[in-house]
C-alpha cells in the first residue's frame, strides 16, 4: 500500500531546532502548525504558520517533536496526541540521545512512531536529517516521512533499528569524548580541539567522509595504526568531569553568556545567523565540489 503523503505538519517545540523544521516546511509548501507555551514570543520567525498555545481540533499528517531531552516530557506530550487524534497522526521525535524504543514503550499506536532526527540549521537545504525506526514503526510511515524530507530538499537516510544517539550524536559523541578527555587531562584547550576540527578534519571529511578517506591513504598503514592508538584512546563511560563542572556551574555556552568560551555582550541571534549563513555557503560549496568533473568517487559499500 502507498504511503499517504504529508501534507500538514505540527511543530511541538520552538527551540533552535523547532522553529528550523517549521521554517523548512512552510518553505517547501507545507501547511504547518507550531505549538508552543508561549506564541507571542514567535511573531515573525516562522513567517506562514500558525502558531499555537493548544494542539488543534484537527489532526495534521505528521507531528515533529522538538522538545527537551526529558523523556517524561515527551511521553507526557506523546499522551495528550494520542488522545486528541487516536493514532490518526505520524509522530516523530527529534530526540538526539534518549532511546527511541523506551520512548514508544506507552504509545497505543507504535507503528505511527519514528526518529525524525534534524542537523542544525533545520531550514537549510540539503542538510541531512536521520530517519530511525523504532521495533513497530509502519512500512508506509517512513515511506511518507521521507518523501516529505525529499520535497522540502532534505538528505535523508534510514536508520532500521533504534539505536540510541542514531549515527550523528554516536560518531560525534566518540570525537567528543576524546576531546573532552584532552582537556580534562590540560593537553589541549577548547580553542584548539576547535581550530584542528575546522581546519584538517572537516575540510577532508566534506570531500571523504571517515572510511573512504581511509582506502585513499591505505588500510594497511590505518590498521597498524589503529593497533598503536586505540588502546590509549579514552574510554572512560562517566561524563567528563570538564563538561560537569560547566553544567553544575550554570553556564551553558551561548545561552547565559559563558560556556567552553567567554560569550559577554554577544547579542545570541546575531551569533547563530551567521553560523547559519557560514553552514549554508558550506552546503552549496559541496555540492558544487560534488558535481565537478573528474575522478569519481564510489557510489557504494561493499557491505
Not at 507503528?111 to 532526527?117: D, I, V
Not at 521495533?135 to 518523501?147: G, I, M
Not at 561524563?239 to 553544575?248: C, D, H, Q
Not at 549554508?280 to 564510489?298: C, F, T
Request: aromatic share 6%.
Amino acid at each position: 500500500m502507498p504511503a499517504t503523503p504529508i501534507e500538514s505538519v505540527l511543530v511541538a517545540g520552538a527551540g533552535s531546532i523547532g522553529i528550523g523544521v517549521a521554517r523548512s516546511c512552510t518553505a517547501h509548501g507545507l501547511r504547518t502548525i507550531v505549538l508552543s507555551r508561549d506564541p507571542s514570543r514567535l511573531q515573525g520567525q516562522v513567517p506562514g504558520a500558525e502558531l499555537v498555545r493548544e494542539l488543534p481540533a484537527q489532526a495534521p499528517d505528521l507531528v515533529v517533536e522538538c522538545l527537551p531531552e526529558v523523556a517524561a516530557l515527551k511521553q507526557s506530550f506523546y499522551a495528550d496526541v494520542e488522545r486528541a487524534w487516536s493514532g490518526s497522526t505520524v509522530l516523530a521525535t527529534n530526540s538526539s540521545g534518549l532511546p527511541l524504543q523506551e520512548l514508544a514503550a506507552t504509545l497505543h499506536h507504535p507503528a505511527q512512531f519514528l526518529g525524525m532526527h534534524y542537523m542544525y540549521p533545520a531550514h537549510e537545504r540539503g542538510l541531512f536529517v536521520e530517519v530511525i525506526r523504532a521495533h513497530d514503526t509502519a512500512d508506509t510511515v517512513v515511506q511518507a516521512v521521507l518523501e516529505m524530507l525529499h520535497r522540502c530538499g532534505k538528505t535523508s537516510i534510514v536508520l532500521n533499528r533504534p539505536v540510541i544517539g542514531g549515527l550523528f550524536n554516536r560518531l560525534q559523541h566518540a570525537l567528543l569524548r576524546e576531546a573532552y578527555h584532552l582537556i580534562d587531562e590540560g593537553a589541549a584547550t577548547p580553542e584548539q580541539i576547535d581550530e584542528m576540527a575546522r581546519r584538517f578534519i572537516a575540510p577532508r571529511m566534506c570531500v571523504t567522509g571517515l572510511l573512504l578517506q581511509k582506502d585513499i591513504n591505505g588500510l594497511d598503514t590505518h590498521a597498524r595504526t589503529q593497533r598503536n592508538l586505540r588502546p590509549v584512546l579514552c574510554n572512560d563511560p562517566e561524563p567528563s568531569p570538564f563538561l560537569e563542572g560547566l553544567f553544575e556551574r550554570g553556564e551553558f555556552g551561548l545561552k547565559t553568556g559563558v560556556g567552553f568560551y567567554d560569550w559577554t555582550g554577544a547579542d545570541p541571534a546575531q551569533v547563530r545567523s551567521a553560523v547559519e549563513r557560514k553552514v549554508a555557503r558550506i552546503v552549496q560549496v559541496m555540492q558544487d565540489i560534488q558535481d565537478e568533473p573528474g575522478a569519481q568517487l564510489p557510489a557504494r559499500s561493499r557491505t
